[in-house]
T-cell receptor
Framework: KQEVTQIPAALSVPEGENLVLNCSFT??????LQWFRQDPGKGLTSLLL?????REQTSGRLNASLDKSSGRSTLYIAASQPGDSATYLC???????????FGKGTKLTVNP | DAGITQSPRYKITETGRQVTLMCHQT?????MFWYRQDLGHGLRLIYY???????DKGEVPDGYVVSRSKTENFPLTLESATRSQTSVYFC???????????FGPGTRLTVT
């Protein structure tokens, strides 16, 4: 059974800092992993989807990596801004299905 | 409007009443999902559907009923609401085949 863990639960950084959010999963047969952003009181916005055949995926200041052998994914945010403050969630599929298992998220605060 | 919508956005109901939450997507995605989000538990899958007339249970299905007579709609019914069903409910969809899941804005349900 897939289990997804995100550490730390909360992170506070000064504006401009580069940072890494971590996500670990137990099923190494994972075929993709998705990163989401959630603002308070809002829905989830998809940021990046990494396929198992890829090692990295980039969108603007965001870069996500996937290492199946170690059961880890990271989300790198470059030159953080106060507008990046949100909760970031990662999710991986349950077995070979379309069902996603979510981590509990990392709440990021970027201080001006 | 294109995308995935949920209604109502906010709902207060009493214990024992039947409540239906609506989800509508305009992309003709095959897969649709219902999640609930609670502090301490994160996002948990309630039910999902792979196509019209095909539904299956997720992690926390007790007390909920779903149907999917049309591809674009996936209503979630609480047959007899309980206080433990107070939560934020999210609907999501995906075409499947390693594509992203897209989330609706959520319904905040309070059972008194």
């Amino acid at each position: 059974k897939q289990e997804v863990t995100q550490i730390p639960a909360a992170l506070s950084v000064p504006e401009g800092e580069n940072l890494v959010l971590n996500c670990s999963f137990t099923d190494s047969a994972i075929y993709n992993l998705q990163w989401f952003r959630q603002d308070p009181g809002k829905g989830l916005t998809s940021l990046l989807l990494i396929q198992s055949s890829q090692r990295e995926q980039t969108s603007g200041r965001l870069n996500a990596s996937l290492d199946k052998s170690s059961g880890r994914s990271t989300l790198y945010i470059a030159a953080s801004q106060p507008g990046d403050s949100a909760t970031y969630l990662c999710a991986g599929p349950q077995g070979g299905s379309e069902k996603l298992v979510f981590g509990k998220g990392t709440k990021l605060t970027v201080n001006p | 409007d294109a995308g995935i919508t949920q209604s109502p956005r906010y709902k207060i109901t009493e214990t024992g009443r039947q409540v239906t939450l609506m989800c509508h997507q305009t992309w003709s995605h095959s897969y649709m999902f219902w999640y609930r989000q609670d502090l301490g538990h994160g996002l948990r899958l309630i039910y999902y559907s792979a196509a019209a007339d095909i539904t299956d249970k997720g992690e926390v299905p007790d007390g909920y009923v779903v149907s999917r007579s049309k591809t674009e709609n996936f209503p979630l019914t609480l047959e007899s609401a309980t206080r433990s069903q107070t939560s934020v409910y999210f609907c999501a969809s995906t075409p499947g085949g390693s594509y992203e899941q897209y989330f609706g804005p959520g319904t905040r349900l309070t059972v008194t």
